[in-house]
Every structure is written in structure tokens, then in C-alpha cells.
């Protein structure tokens, strides 16, 4: 992802949400062991590459 101005929150897991009104949240299951990803972009190809960078992220392996 390039870098764009984002809101970071951190109630409900980390959720970024970006100047167009795109968003990513990260989030621990409240009753499963798993980690959820949920992304809004303007295009299928912007949703997934906010949902790979999330997937990342939860793997502890996006390159900061």
C-alpha cells in the first residue's frame, strides 16, 4: 500500500481508515482462536490489496 494520511483506532482490534474513505480492520475472533480481516475499497482490486496488507499484518510479516 502507499502511504496515504489514516485514523488509527484501536476499540474493537485496529482499524485503519484513510482519507478516501477506504478502511481496514483487524480483528481477534471474540470466540474462536482466529484473527478476522475486513477491508472497503472503491475497487475489488483496492478491497484486496487492503485485505492482503490486513493478512499480512496479522502475520506479522508486513514490511514496515
Same mark, same amino acid.
Given at each position: 500500500l502507499e502511504f496515504r494520511r489514516v485514523l $488509527?483506532?484501536?476499540?474493537?482490534?485496529?482499524?485503519?481508515? $484513510?482519507?478516501d474513505v477506504t478502511w481496514l480492520l483487524v480483528r481477534p475472533s471474540g470466540t474462536e482462536p482466529?484473527?478476522?480481516v475486513y477491508?472497503?475499497?472503491f475497487s475489488v482490486e483496492e478491497r484486496d490489496e487492503l485485505l492482503d496488507a490486513g493478512c @499480512?499484518? @496479522?502475520r506479522g510479516t508486513y514490511p514496515l
Open positions: $488509527f483506532r484501536s476499540m474493537d482490534g485496529l482499524r485503519l481508515s $484513510f482519507e482466529v484473527v478476522r477491508a472497503e475499497g @499480512a499484518l @496479522a
